[in-house]
């Protein structure tokens, strides 16, 4: 059963319009929370980060948002560019009885930016 | 940002060869991990290490091997390779501390005939 869940495989959006990445999971020992981004014949690239006792994090044109209550955080990209083009991962993890603290990934959303 | 090398970054083989995925990092970092990623799938953990002479099975079972006799070195290995290992190989490390994100390599791109 996944635990951590993207569930729009794709996303459009026009260059310079806002991009909304969401991602929802069901573990509520998550206490850090991750986004990266991967471009094809690449590795992940990591983003920006949360740790579960802040609601939101800002970097440049990226902010990530947590609302615990609701176990679902999303990334925020103003303004969306061309080059934001790529499948973005959302990954938590937590220090739980047998995590390690290792990373649980979704299975990604690919964004397009449209000139 | 960690500097993670993996080698290489394409392979085709045919069945039944005994690979290793090389991977390598510069800053000193104790935990490594590798991982299999399928297209439009999630990342999925196979092993990962804590330190020297350290290995563990990750969620996802696998076939492969690992080693990790020196902090900067963590190959892995398939004894005798078959077309279901066919997949992208990804490999990450993450410095000390809670709360601090994995860095990955560019991956190996693995297909076996």
């Known amino acids: 059963d996944q635990q951590v869940k993207q569930n729009s495989p794709s996303l459009s959006v026009q260059e310079g319009r806002i991009s909304i990445l969401n991602c929802d999971y069901t573990?509520?020992?998550?206490?850090?929370f991750l986004w990266y981004k991967k471009y094809p014949a690449e590795g992940p690239t990591f983003l920006i980060s949360?740790?579960?006792?802040?609601d939101k994090n800002e970097d440049g044109r990226f902010t990530v948002f947590l609302n615990k209550s609701a176990k679902h955080l999303s990334l925020h990209i103003v303004p969306s560019q061309p080059g934001d083009s790529a499948v973005y991962f959302c990954a938590a993890s937590g220090n739980y009885g047998g995590s390690q603290g290792n990373l649980i990934f979704g299975k990604g959303t690919k964004l397009s930016v449209k000139p | 940002e960690a500097d993670i090398y993996q080698t290489p970054r394409y392979l085709v083989i045919g069945t039944g060869k005994k690979i290793t995925l090389e991977c390598s990092q510069t800053?000193?970092?104790?935990?490594m991990y590798w991982y299999q990623q399928d297209p439009g799938m999630e990342l999925h953990l196979i092993h990962y290490?804590?330190?020297?002479?350290?290995?563990e099975k990750g969620d996802l079972s696998s076939e492969s091997t690992v080693s990790r006799i020196r902090t900067e070195h963590f190959p892995l290995t398939l004894e005798s390779a078959r077309p279901s290992h066919t997949s992208q190989y990804l490999c990450?490390?993450?410095?000390?501390?809670?709360?601090?994100?994995?860095?990955f390599g560019d991956g190996t791109r693995l297909s076996i005939l």
């Open positions: 573990n509520s020992m998550f206490d850090y």
């Open positions: 290490s804590y330190g020297v002479n350290s290995t």
């Open positions: 949360i740790s579960s006792i802040k």
């Open positions: 990450a490390s993450r410095g000390p501390g809670s709360n601090q994100p994995q860095h």
């Open positions: 800053m000193g970092h104790d935990k």
